[in-house]
């Protein structure tokens, strides 16, 4: 990579969100850009979360965000067919983004993961990562979209957007998830 904000993301995902991920402790993902270096105004988070099967099929289920119900499912053991479910998912963020306000001059890139804490060891921190005091939050209502789902025999991936950068959204609207689970976190200035 040619600057040094992607190289350090390339490092924080294929060395520590993948050490997370083979050892099957990652429950969940959150890529977060913020307008501050804090993070405690979020302007857009990507969710992804992480449960790990046993069984030999994969399944896709592409969920209405609205309903949170079904709207398509495939089953396959086809890894094939998963890599094109996920490309379809890829391109849907992708067109979703496009969509939305453009990002300020001064913006801030982090990434948080969340464990499962029955089989993550206590003081747990791949690489690049510290443990984190707390989440970055949004300070308005965000707007929320599920983007689907892609399971196979060993893990199963959820994927959701949430933004600010819609320009008609309700104003003053402070939002907290629930976040059980020990978080830790990587964080850079994006150019």
Same mark, same amino acid.
């Not at 969920?63 to 890894?79: E, R």
């Not at 391109?91 to 969340?114: G, I, W």
């Not at 939002?175 to 964080?187: F, I, P």
């Given at each position: 990579?040619?600057?040094?904000?992607?190289?350090?993301?390339?490092?924080?995902?294929?060395?520590?969100?993948?050490?997370?991920?083979?050892?099957?402790?990652?429950?969940?993902?959150?890529?977060?850009?913020?307008?501050?270096?804090?993070?405690?105004?979020?302007?857009?988070?990507?969710?992804?979360?992480?449960?790990?099967?046993?069984?030999?099929?994969?399944?896709?289920?592409?969920?209405?965000?609205?309903?949170?119900?079904?709207?398509?499912?495939?089953?396959?053991?086809?890894?094939? %067919?998963?890599?094109?479910?996920?490309?379809?998912?890829?391109?849907?963020?992708?067109?979703?983004?496009?969509?939305? /306000?453009?990002?300020?001059?001064?913006?801030?890139?982090?990434?948080?993961?969340?464990?499962?804490?029955?089989?993550?060891? /206590?003081?747990?921190?791949?690489?690049?990562?510290?443990?984190?005091?707390?989440?970055?939050?949004? %300070?308005?209502?965000?707007?929320?979209?599920?983007?689907?789902?892609?399971?196979?025999?060993?893990?199963?991936?959820?994927?959701?957007?949430?933004?600010?950068?819609?320009?008609?959204?309700?104003?003053?609207?402070?939002?907290?998830?629930?976040?059980?689970?020990?978080?830790?976190?990587? %964080?850079?200035?994006?150019?």
């Amino acid at each position: 990579p040619k600057c040094k904000t992607s190289s350090r993301l390339i490092d924080w995902l294929e060395k520590g969100v993948t050490e997370a991920l083979y050892k099957e402790y990652l429950k969940c993902l959150r890529f977060g850009i913020s307008s501050d270096k804090q993070g405690k105004n979020l302007i857009e988070e990507y969710v992804f979360n992480f449960a790990y099967q046993e069984d030999g099929e994969i399944r896709l289920q592409i969920l209405n965000s609205i309903k949170k119900s079904p709207v398509n499912t495939l089953a396959t053991d086809s890894v094939k %067919q998963l890599k094109g479910q996920v490309c379809k998912m890829t391109r849907l963020l992708v067109a979703l983004t496009a969509s939305f /306000d453009p990002l300020p001059d001064e913006k801030y890139v982090s990434v948080h993961l969340e464990y499962y804490d029955t089989r993550t060891p /206590d003081k747990y921190e791949p690489p690049f990562f510290t443990a984190a005091r707390e989440l970055p939050g949004f %300070q308005q209502r965000p707007f929320s979209m599920g983007l689907g789902a892609c399971q196979t025999k060993h893990v199963c991936i959820g994927m959701k957007a949430k933004t600010t950068a819609v320009s008609d959204l309700d104003q003053g609207y402070e939002y907290s998830g629930n976040h059980n689970s020990e978080t830790t976190h990587a %964080q850079e200035r994006m150019p």
